[in-house]
């Protein structure tokens, strides 16, 4: 059956969604994680769930799932060292440098390839399957047909895809919004949500949450996910609560367990937190309903009724669903430009009947004919998990020998020697349980006994000395073994070892989109560049090809991990790293320039303007901005409601949000928004 991941963003997170009925839970650290806004989670953390979900028969996975910069290596490395002391099932990266790291220097680690590597095709999947991944999550914009298409053409890596929670208006990993809009990074883990914030069409002068996504609900689709072999489901909500991920693991546990939806199981989870929602991109087609979240960005909760009758501060409701008194309620009322605002309340309700609720609401807004929301449930409340539970216990195999006048014990490359005079003993229990029970019982060691060798060379057939002196010494040995110092890793560092060039100015291989496939001429090089998104990776490759036909020294840049499959099947060319594939590190240069065949060099990171010594190639910094988003939701269709019969199939708008312009494009149902520089 399809594994079932739950967000956590602490530890009682991750135990709550673990006994809702999760099959796992992924996490991140205190670094290096694409949510800094959540709790995370401490050593002392990571220590205890690790042994509870090994206990447990559960699975838990870490994420790194940020762009890590050459300063911030040594901590990596101190991170990684961690990881592979307590174990995981699964560390889920976007940074290609933190995979080339993993996958040679630390061999035990599964490596997951995080949804901000926006892996859509084919290609993308077997390239990383080629890297070392174990596992692909999958990008949340695609349909079901195409994720099965995925899963047939790639049957020999795990697949995860999306099926609840918050979806992103531009694709993870390429969007830019929140680093030029607010000097906070998405790729660093600091996304500031402008999608979430409104901006006026200068056109109709409208203004609007045009960017606002509904949250997703796949419901009964987690079943043909599990059908077609699809290996983990996957809900977002690290920054949720305690109530959300235990609902949710609720939810979707008694569909896979029961084969359709409990409608009061689907109600508690939108109680919990929940937008307008719908199924996302899974069914998506031509004419469908708009996938934003309409008027109102927030959390919806789920409709309560329409108020029917105002008789003073009692409003009498047509009810659908229960309400109970301390419930939280919402209704809306327009700011000055016309954009709904949530009007938030506590439920006092004063009588009932049959689909009728009385409520006690001493407001002055007049609330006839308004719609109510309950967006929390008093008597759902969850309670706190104990997280006071046992640490993890690293297993050693630890050999004990007793000789005539001493005892020693060796484990991990430590021993212990001790002076120590045995008797005969009189019990039927041997010396070697009770050395075994002693080494079982570690106190507060980071180790414990797996396996023991006992070795007696001594004079005596059953020795024996009091407990007290062996446990003594049983402690000395452990501390000694957790004072092991930490085996330095001898991370390679290389040296420059190819000839790169100086790229041109990102602008100047920008066409109508900041891309192109239209060859520019610069310097001496005929130069191209491939989209970031290509859902029809075939006609793009080679369209690709019949613009480059006859030109010399052509020079195409990289925008997508899949398209290394492209440079691989065309060595005939040259090759760059564009904005898109993100150089971030010394590290993520050495990968590209190992899977890359004539590799001739690529663009820093566009949100960095200094990189360390030992970069296999220079790398080009680059004074281009990226778009805010690269979607594949159509602004025509999805914000302003146009039909998609009679479309052009290219539209321009421009909006703003204040200070800033912005150009909109619309080109065969992708919405590229890029900031007008006056």
């Known amino acids: 059956m399809i594994e079932l991941a739950l967000p956590a963003g602490s530890l009682a997170g991750a135990l709550t969604a673990l006994q809702s009925g999760a099959d796992a839970v992924y996490f991140g650290l205190k670094d290096f994680s694409a949510r800094k806004g959540a709790v995370n989670f401490s050593e002392e953390d990571l220590s205890k769930i690790r042994r509870y979900s090994l206990e447990n028969g559960k699975k838990t996975y870490i994420t790194i799932n940020t762009l890590i910069d050459d300063e911030s290596m040594s901590s990596l490395i101190d991170t990684l060292d961690m990881v592979e002391f307590y174990g995981t099932d699964g560390i889920i990266v976007q940074d290609l440098g933190v995979a080339d790291i993993v996958r040679k220097y630390y061999p035990s680690i599964?490596?997951?390839?995080?949804?901000?590597?926006?892996?859509?095709?084919?290609?993308?999947?077997?390239?990383?399957?080629?890297?070392?991944?174990?596992?692909?999550?999958?990008?949340?914009?695609?349909?079901?047909?195409?994720?099965?298409?995925?899963?047939?053409?790639?049957?020999?890596?795990?697949?995860?895809?999306?099926?609840?929670?918050?979806?992103?208006?531009?694709?993870?990993?390429l969007c830019s919004a929140s680093a030029i809009k607010c000097h906070r990074s998405a790729n660093g883990g600091e996304c500031a949500q402008i999608c979430r914030s409104w901006f006026t069409d200068e056109k109709t002068g409208k203004k609007g949450y045009f960017f606002s996504m509904e949250d997703m609900d796949a419901g009964e689709e987690i079943l043909a996910l599990d059908r077609m072999g699809i290996d983990s489901a996957k809900v977002e909500g690290r920054l949720k609560s305690p109530e959300y991920y235990a609902y949710v693991a609720r939810y979707y546990r008694g569909i896979l367990d029961r084969g359709y939806v409990d409608e009061r199981e689907k109600e508690n989870a939108a109680v919990t937190f929940l937008r307008k929602s719908g199924d996302g991109y899974l069914n998506y087609k031509k004419d469908r309903p708009s996938l934003l979240s309409g008027g109102y960005?927030?959390?919806?909760?789920?409709?309560?009724?329409r108020v029917i009758k105002e008789e003073g501060n009692i409003k009498t409701v047509e009810s659908d669903i229960s309400v109970e008194s301390h419930d939280g309620l919402q209704y809306f009322s327009l700011d000055k430009n016309s954009l709904p605002v949530a009007e938030k309340f506590s439920a006092n309700v004063v009588g009932k009947t049959r689909g009728i609720i009385k409520i006690k609401l001493d407001i002055k807004d007049k609330l006839l004919g308004k719609e109510l929301?309950?967006?929390?449930?008093?008597?759902?409340?969850?309670?706190?998990?104990?997280?006071?539970?046992?640490?993890?216990?690293?297993?050693v195999d630890i050999s004990v020998t007793v000789e005539d006048g001493r005892i020693k014990a060796e484990a991990l490359g430590v021993s212990l020697e001790k002076e120590m005079n045995f008797d005969e003993s009189k019990s039927e229990v041997s010396f070697e349980e009770r050395v075994m029970k002693a080494f079982k019982e570690s106190g507060t060691s980071k180790y414990t006994l797996s396996n023991l060798t006992y070795i007696n060379k001594t004079s005596l057939k059953?020795?024996?000395?009091?407990?007290?002196?062996?446990?003594?010494?049983?402690?000395?040995?452990?501390?000694?073994?957790?004072?092991?110092?930490?085996?330095?890793?001898?991370?390679?560092e290389t040296k420059e070892v190819i000839k790169s060039i100086t790229l041109p100015d990102r602008n100047l291989l920008s066409d109508d989109l900041p891309w192109s496939l239209e060859p520019k001429e610069i310097d001496g090089r005929t130069y191209i560049t491939l989209p970031p998104v290509t859902f029809d990776e075939e006609k793009v490759w080679n369209n690709a090809l019949l613009k480059v036909q006859g030109k010399?020294?052509?020079?195409?840049?990289?925008?997508?991990?899949?398209?290394?499959?492209?440079?691989?099947?065309?060595?005939?060319?040259?090759?760059?790293?564009?904005?898109?594939?993100?150089a971030a590190n010394r590290f993520s240069s050495r990968l590209l320039y190992e899977n890359i065949p004539n590799l001739v060099g690529g663009y820093l990171w566009f949100e960095r303007k200094q990189w360390s010594k030992n970069w296999i190639f220079t790398p080009s910094v680059t004074n281009f901005e990226p778009p805010y988003f690269i979607s594949r939701t159509c602004y025509r269709h999805d914000a302003l409601g146009e039909e998609c019969r009679g479309c052009k199939g290219k539209y321009d708008y421009t909006l703003s949000q204040s200070p800033d312009r912005f150009t909109l494009k619309v080109r065969s149902c992708l919405t590229v928004m890029e900031r007008i520089k006056e």
Not at 121 to 136: A, H
Not at 297 to 305: D, L, T
Not at 385 to 395: E, G, S, V
Request: hydrophobic share 35%.
């Open 297 to 305: 960005p927030g959390h919806m909760g789920v409709r309560v009724g």
């Open 552 to 582: 010399k020294n052509v020079t195409i840049g990289l925008n997508n991990i899949g398209q290394i499959k492209f440079a691989k099947s065309h060595p005939e060319f040259s090759y760059f790293a564009d904005i898109w594939l993100y």
């Open 373 to 395: 929301y309950k967006i929390s449930d008093s008597t759902k409340k969850e309670k706190t998990q104990n997280t006071n539970i046992p640490l993890y216990r690293k297993p």
């Open 462 to 492: 059953n020795p024996f000395v009091p407990p007290s002196i062996l446990k003594e010494f049983r402690r000395s040995f452990y501390e000694k073994l957790d004072n092991i110092p930490r085996e330095e890793k001898a991370i390679e």
């Open 110 to 173: 599964p490596l997951h390839a995080s949804t901000q590597l926006a892996v859509h095709t084919t290609s993308g999947v077997k390239v990383l399957q080629d890297l070392g991944f174990e596992r692909v999550v999958l990008s949340r914009e695609l349909t079901l047909k195409e994720i099965e298409k995925i899963r047939k053409d790639c049957p020999d890596i795990e697949i995860k895809a999306f099926i609840h929670g918050a979806l992103c208006y531009g694709f993870s990993g």
